[in-house]
């Protein structure tokens, strides 16, 4: 091995506190940061910054499944549908691997079987006017859901067919908390973000404070700072 | 207390609980801002602070805002 190759793998990546200016070591921070997003806080967990990341996980988990509870489980789906785009759920792919279900039930709904992965319907998205289902989940539906009766579907052999929007039948049953809960857990994903960035770049520093304090000097030893090889 | 204020004090009243479903968001938005900023627990928890002093302060001017532009149209 090369003086230069040992150079590299030996090569270690730090952020530097804003509070004491210690050394934080980021590790890996692209995995760090795949990490962060896959479960919130774990890729802190990874970096040894174990407080930091149970205060992220908690948080942003606490967020995400009170919005999912005011939202009685329906406000985070996956559609892209003409009629019903589901925006939000770009914000909602935020969390990492808590939204993935969604992205499952969604993908087997337009699948050949007309039904969710999970027929228990966690994370479906709504069924919309002349949608086709199976017999087996409309039936579970009708069973399950106090607001689908055995009416609001047409037979349709092999399949049964919707015939009402239950997009509309969650804002009617929910009424507000359809929205909070969207806001909930919107925010939990946007925020995850800002949880990413630090995983894979460490605190942001005050810039304003540093420009009256420091000179151009300074800052370049600070850049020089942020990547150590050790 | 003229009708017109009377109407949107009752309105004022029928989102008072969306005010308060607003503020675990604030609360967990402030614990994000800050710690994004700080390294240490002390620094984070003075920073959360700052921060909910902060959006509190920005969303209730608007909240202000809207209800002073209510009163004139």
């Known amino acids: ?230 | 207390m003229d009708f017109g204020t009377m109407i949107l004090f009752a309105l004022f009243l029928e989102n008072v609980p969306m005010l308060f479903f607003s503020l675990p968001l604030i609360a967990a938005a402030s614990v994000i801002f800050s710690a994004t900023h700080h390294e240490s627990l002390s620094a984070i928890w003075r920073g959360t602070i700052e921060w909910m002093i902060w959006l509190i302060g920005i969303l209730g001017v608007v909240l202000l805002a809207v209800f002073i532009l209510s009163r004139l149209a």
Not at chain 1, 143 to 167: C, G, S, T
Not at chain 1, 204 to 209: F, I, Q, R, S
């Open chain 1, 1 to 230: 091995m090369t003086p230069a190759s040992q150079a590299s793998s030996r090569r270690r990546i730090v952020a530097v506190s804003p509070d004491d200016g210690s050394a934080i070591n980021l590790k890996q921070p692209e995995f760090a940061a795949f990490l962060a997003w896959l479960i919130p806080g774990l890729g802190h967990l990874y970096q040894g910054r174990t407080k930091k990341g149970a205060m992220y996980m908690s948080v942003i988990l606490t967020l995400f499944v009170a919005g999912l509870w005011l939202g009685d489980g329906r406000v985070v789906y996956a559609s892209w549908r003409p009629t019903d785009t589901r925006w939000w759920f770009v914000c909602h792919a935020g969390i990492g691997v808590a939204a993935v279900p969604a992205v499952v039930q969604s993908v087997s709904m337009t699948g050949a079987n007309h039904e969710p992965f999970w027929i228990a319907g966690w994370m479906t998205p709504p069924l919309l006017e002349g949608q086709l289902v199976s017999r087996e989940f409309a039936d579970r539906l009708v069973n399950n859901d106090p607001y689908i009766f055995e009416l609001d579907f047409w037979d349709r052999p092999p399949y049964k067919q919707f015939r009402a929007d239950q997009v509309s039948m969650w804002h009617h049953k929910l009424g507000r908390f359809f929205e909070l809960g969207t806001l909930y857990t919107v925010l939990a994903g946007m925020l995850n973000m800002l949880v990413i960035y630090d995983a894979w770049a460490g605190p942001m520093h005050p810039l304003v404070k540093e420009e009256k304090s420091s000179t151009s000097s300074d800052k370049e030893n600070n850049q020089d700072d942020d990547t150590l090889t050790g």
